[in-house]
């Protein structure tokens, strides 16, 4: 099931590839814009942890920007939680400025999580909001649910972020963040973890290629559906915007 989940989500990848160029849009006065994103990738990480077990994952989304800053999108990505539970598809709307001309970004909004696979009382789907301020190459975003995977569990997670421009065409990434959850009480687990990135990337031939080392200090492990899913690693990727 999972194998032709992934052979079909990998066959409309190459579609939307090959077509890119003829699906963005934006209006005559400038005001609306929309905007699409399609890769393949050697994992699927989030916060340091591998989503699909070790595997390759197909993501997209499509998203709407208006110049007031307020946007809206839809992302989607394969998954490996159970045999039921091999989607996810994540909706989204905030808003996104500057204070004046200071230089100082900021950006809050709301996501929801959602598991096509998981029903009714099982259901893992969840609401999560955010606030983030940026300036210059760094960045700051604080995440927060009440309710993560429908458990009624409290989770907060800190984003530090760092990007820059270097020579040659490629782009330096990397962040830092920390998990503080609520899920692991009444456990002997920890209840919180850090995991850290670094990456570069390079547009090349109208795609771009990225490679990134990623991972979790050595309590990412009570976080993961299996310890391996916590290990670093390397993920690699190529990716379109359009």
Avoid at 17 to 26: D, K
Avoid at 95 to 119: C, H, K, Q, T, W
Wanted: proline fraction near 1%.
């Amino acid at each position: 099931m999972k194998f032709k989940t992934l052979s079909a989500m990998c066959l409309a990848a190459t579609t939307v590839l090959a077509t890119s160029s003829a699906m963005a849009w934006e209006s005559e006065d400038g005001a609306h814009s929309t905007s699409a994103n399609i890769g393949l990738f050697s994992d699927y990480i989030f916060r340091g942890i591998s989503f699909t077990d070790d595997k390759p994952a197909i993501q997209g989304g499509f998203d709407y920007a208006h110049t007031s800053g307020f946007y809206a999108g839809t992302w989607a990505s394969n998954l490996s939680i159970d045999e039921e539970t091999n989607i996810e598809i994540d909706i989204y709307a905030g808003f996104a400025n500057e204070f004046g001309e200071s230089g100082i970004g900021y950006d809050v909004g709301a996501l929801r999580y959602m598991y096509p696979g998981s029903r009714g009382s099982d259901s893992l789907d969840y609401n999560e909001y955010y606030a983030g301020l940026s300036y210059s190459y760094f960045s700051a975003t604080v995440f927060y649910t009440n309710d993560w995977g429908n458990t009624g569990e409290d989770e907060i997670y800190y984003k530090l972020g760092f990007d820059y421009d270097l020579p040659y065409g490629l782009a330096l990434s990397a962040h830092y963040g920390y998990t503080d959850s609520d899920r692991n009480t009444g456990t002997d687990l920890d209840d919180s973890y850090t995991d850290y990135s670094i990456g570069l990337t390079k547009s090349f031939v109208g795609l771009d290629w990225s490679v990134a080392y990623v991972g979790t200090d050595s309590d990412g492990k009570d976080f993961a559906a299996s310890r391996s899913n916590a290990d670093d690693r390397f993920v690699v990727s190529v990716s379109s915007s359009f």
